[in-house]
């Protein structure tokens, strides 16, 4: 620069320039590959070698290295970030919890935990004609692009630069779908997530899968989240039948959620279902009738279904995939019992309530539950006396044991237990009746006799085991005789089962409320036949007040039914059923408190007889008997029941004793083919029939006169016990081999 010549300017660079040379070549050679590829030894021809170059073999190697190293990263860098940064799914998990009806009719529903009516919505539980204005309204490529669409991207840049204004969206339905799962700002940063976001949703999941998040989470105003939620909310119907107007509204909602609501805004919500339905006739995405359909009628905010309020909090915390609990309910009877009780408790103003519960025997699944009409607190399932209804049972297996039988005569007189008196309801006695009489007209002596021979014991085994969950009252101890007038607490769950179980022949079985749900078997009641016999009694019990004995009405259905009242009026019970069907009827204080002159009779047998009426006829079943039909013949020691006053009196005085096997005998039963034989048992004195057992199980009951066979199992000792008509027992001892 200046005078300075070009000679000088190169004296003073050369130098400089070298010495940069010379630092680049030290610091190659300081780290450079050769340290990880050192030269090798070249062979010359003529023998001998040299040193030179890197080995061709190795560098071609470690470039393929390196670029297998850069073409793995590019794949795996978005498997990495996708798994390292998964789309966040809470929003759309965290949806309404759905109590439906067996043919999925909505019952219930609960908001989200965030407030939001966000029920669970698939494609299929749409109108299709919604799903097309949709589509061709938001993101009419959606089944051909991965998530992202470069015609609409192009589209809506090319419109903001020419107009200078935003004319449409380039937004997927997909890159909506992002946006509802995680929503954020309008930003340049935001827009690029939804990108990416959207990207990696149609990598993971279905083009339905997408659409089902849509039509779940896209905002319908309010706190309304979902096509099914506000469908019902705005149009009062499920979104399958939707017409062209009502799902113009619903696709132009989310748009603008806050300022089209129906209920606020009707006048805007319907303009901007009109002005899509042009648009969509214009671009010739919609036929021109179907845009000409009339205007749907805007009404407010209808409520949500609050139907089987007691089930729906019940279920509500099981955990499902999707939110919703099918139950076995039927809609339609589930809404007339809760009308029907509604009416009912209305008219009585004491503060009374109701429980009730109708069972289809058939399957043993919960038609219809209502726990309380006023009442929070689910009152089928608290346990309070139940009074009479158990008495039944007590029959039952006194019919098991022969005991008695319908036409045996029974004594109906005051009788002391200890220092205990019962009485009966009207504190009146009948004398002698028959076993018939006693358990229609709920008579107290008589079941408590006939539990002191059955076993208060062996009767709440029997119900335990038939499902029923019993509490007897603290420090009360064993299970004793005041369990046959409601000394104890069941629930109305519980007791309806039981009758269930009489119902299908003394077999009980789990009641189920839950579409799908297991029913383990049970141990029997008692014999189909015991169980006939206690239906048939039951069959011709009187019928409530104002109401005609089946063989009476023209359209009357047998129903076999018990009443029970628990001490002081405080609960009122009665619980029936017929071949298909079973109903059980509570009704008292939630509180307990007495209802005087309100018993089971005159407050819940009405009831019960009313929710039959709700219930479909069922075909021809056999009519009860006539009652003049003349009563069969009973054995000597089947005509009177034997208690304890009256027992020395009875032909056949003498306790039983068994005749064979003799005590302490060892019996060989080995046949001579090696096959095990049987054991045939003999006894005499007391009263018939007997009853045999072995090591505590009873045997088949025999036909009288045939003599009775035990079949063992293995060999061993066997305790075999005979157990006359008058209760009187006797036992051996014995081995088999």
């Known amino acids: 620069?200046?005078?300075?010549?070009?000679?000088?300017?190169?004296?003073?660079?050369?130098?400089?320039?070298?010495?940069?040379?010379?630092?680049?070549?030290?610091?190659?050679?300081?780290?450079?590959?050769?340290?990880?590829?050192?030269?090798?030894?070249?062979?010359?021809?003529?023998?001998?070698?040299?040193?030179?170059?890197?080995?061709?073999?190795?560098?071609?190697?470690?470039?393929?290295?390196?670029?297998?190293?850069?073409?793995?990263?590019?794949?795996?860098?978005?498997?990495?970030?996708?798994?390292?940064?998964?789309?966040?799914l809470s929003r759309y998990q965290d949806r309404s919890v759905t109590v439906t009806a067996r043919d999925g009719e909505l019952l219930h529903t609960f908001t989200t935990s965030d407030g939001k009516w966000r029920l669970a919505t698939t494609p299929e539980q749409v109108d299709p004609t919604y799903i097309r204005m949709l589509l061709a309204a938001e993101d009419n490529r959606f089944r051909e692009h991965r998530g992202i669409d470069p015609l609409a991207l192009g589209r809506a840049a090319w419109q903001l630069v020419s107009s200078q204004r935003i004319v449409s969206g380039g937004s997927t339905?997909?890159?909506?779908?992002?946006?509802?799962?995680?929503?954020?700002?309008?930003?340049?940063?935001?827009?690029?997530?939804?990108?990416?976001?959207?990207?990696?949703?149609?990598?993971?999941?279905?083009?339905?899968?997408?659409?089902?998040?849509?039509?779940?989470?896209?905002?319908?105003?309010?706190?309304?989240?979902?096509?099914?939620?506000?469908?019902?909310?705005?149009f009062g119907h499920e979104p399958n039948q939707l017409t062209p107007g009502e799902a113009a509204i619903l696709v132009a909602l989310p748009q603008r959620p806050a300022h089209l609501r129906p209920d606020r805004h009707p006048e805007a919500a319907l303009a901007a279902a009109d002005k899509l339905l042009a648009r969509l006739v214009a671009d010739g995405r919609l036929a021109p009738d179907v845009a000409e359909t009339p205007a749907p009628q805007i009404a407010p905010r209808r409520t949500f279904p609050a139907r089987a309020v007691h089930v729906a909090e019940r279920l509500r915390h099981r955990p499902t995939a999707d939110g919703m609990l099918k139950t076995t309910l039927d809609g339609g009877l589930q809404q007339s019992l809760e009308d029907l009780a509604a009416r009912e408790i209305?008219?009585?103003?004491?503060?009374?309530?109701?429980?009730?519960?109708?069972?289809?025997?058939?399957?043993?699944?919960?038609?219809?539950?209502i726990g309380g009409v006023h009442s929070a607190l689910d009152l089928a399932r608290t346990r309070r006396s139940p009074g009479s209804a158990l008495k039944p049972f007590i029959y039952g297996l006194a019919f098991e044991d022969l005991a008695i039988l319908p036409d045996t005569l029974i004594e109906d007189r005051p009788m002391r237990f200890g220092n205990w008196a019962p009485e009966d309801f009207d504190r009146g006695f009948r004398g002698q009746v028959t076993a018939r009489e006693?358990?229609?007209?709920?008579?107290?002596?008589?079941?408590?006799?006939?539990l002191d021979r059955v076993g208060a014991g062996r009767l709440t085994a029997a119900l335990e085991g038939a499902g029923a969950h019993l509490v007897f009252p603290s420090g009360g101890g064993e299970p004793s005789l005041p369990l046959a007038l409601g000394g104890v607490g069941?629930?109305?769950?519980?007791?309806?089962?039981?009758?269930?179980?009489?119902?299908?022949?003394?077999?009980?079985?789990?009641?189920?409320?839950?579409?799908?749900?297991?029913?383990?078997?049970?141990?029997?009641?008692?014999?189909?036949?015991?169980?006939?016999?206690?239906?048939?009694?039951?069959?011709?019990?009187?019928?409530?007040?104002?109401?005609?004995?089946?063989?009476?009405?023209?359209?009357?259905?047998?129903?076999?039914?018990?009443?029970?009242?628990?001490?002081?009026?405080?609960?009122?019970?009665?619980?029936?059923?017929?071949?298909?069907?079973?109903?059980?009827?509570?009704?008292?204080?939630?509180?307990?408190?007495?209802?005087?002159?309100?018993?089971?009779?005159?407050?819940?047998a009405p009831l019960l007889f009313d929710v039959f009426d709700l219930l479909p006829q069922e075909g021809s079943h056999d009519r009860v008997a006539a009652a003049d039909a003349p009563a069969p013949h009973l054995p000597q020691g089947l005509q009177q029941f034997a208690t304890r006053g009256t027992i020395r009196g009875l032909p056949g005085a003498q306790p039983p004793r068994i005749l064979y096997p003799p005590e302490g005998a060892v019996i060989d039963l080995t046949g001579a083919d090696g096959s095990r034989g049987t054991l045939a048992l003999e006894a005499d004195g007391g009263a018939l029939p007997y009853r045999w057992s072995v090591n505590g199980v009873p045997l088949p009951p025999t036909q009288f006169h045939a003599v009775p066979h035990w079949t063992p199992d293995g060999p061993g000792f066997a305790r075999v016990t005979v157990l006359d008509g008058a209760g009187r027992k006797a036992s051996v001892t014995v081995r088999v081999e």
């Open 346 to 369: 209305g008219w009585t103003g004491d503060g009374g309530d109701m429980a009730a519960i109708v069972v289809d025997n058939r399957d043993a699944t919960i038609r219809a539950w």
């Open 438 to 450: 006693a358990l229609q007209q709920s008579l107290n002596l008589p079941a408590v006799e006939l």
């Open 490 to 604: 069941i629930s109305l769950q519980d007791l309806t089962g039981l009758y269930v179980a009489l119902a299908r022949g003394g077999r009980p079985v789990p009641l189920r409320i839950l579409a799908g749900q297991a029913a383990p078997a049970r141990p029997l009641l008692f014999s189909q036949h015991a169980a006939s016999l206690v239906t048939e009694i039951l069959r011709g019990a009187p019928p409530p007040d104002g109401r005609l004995p089946p063989l009476l009405a023209a359209e009357g259905r047998p129903i076999a039914y018990k009443t029970g009242t628990s001490y002081g009026f405080r609960d009122a019970w009665a619980v029936g059923y017929t071949e298909d069907w079973t109903v059980g009827i509570w009704t008292g204080r939630r509180d307990g408190t007495p209802r005087p002159g309100l018993y089971g009779r005159n407050t819940a």
């Open 173 to 234: 339905l997909t890159m909506q779908v992002a946006r509802l799962l995680e929503p954020h700002g309008r930003s340049l940063f935001g827009k690029v997530k939804d990108l990416l976001r959207a990207a990696q949703l149609e990598e993971r999941y279905g083009k339905e899968e997408i659409l089902a998040m849509y039509l779940t989470l896209a905002p319908f105003g309010g706190n309304i989240e979902g096509v099914r939620a506000a469908s019902l909310a705005w």
């Open 1 to 88: 620069r200046g005078s300075a010549t070009r000679n000088d300017v190169d004296t003073r660079v050369k130098p400089a320039h070298d010495d940069i040379k010379r630092r680049t070549s030290l610091a190659r050679d300081s780290f450079s590959w050769r340290q990880y590829f050192p030269r090798t030894a070249v062979p010359q021809a003529g023998g001998g070698s040299r040193a030179g170059g890197y080995n061709m073999m190795t560098g071609w190697i470690r470039r393929r290295r390196q670029a297998l190293a850069l073409v793995a990263a590019m794949f795996l860098l978005p498997v990495v970030a996708d798994r390292l940064f998964p789309p966040d």
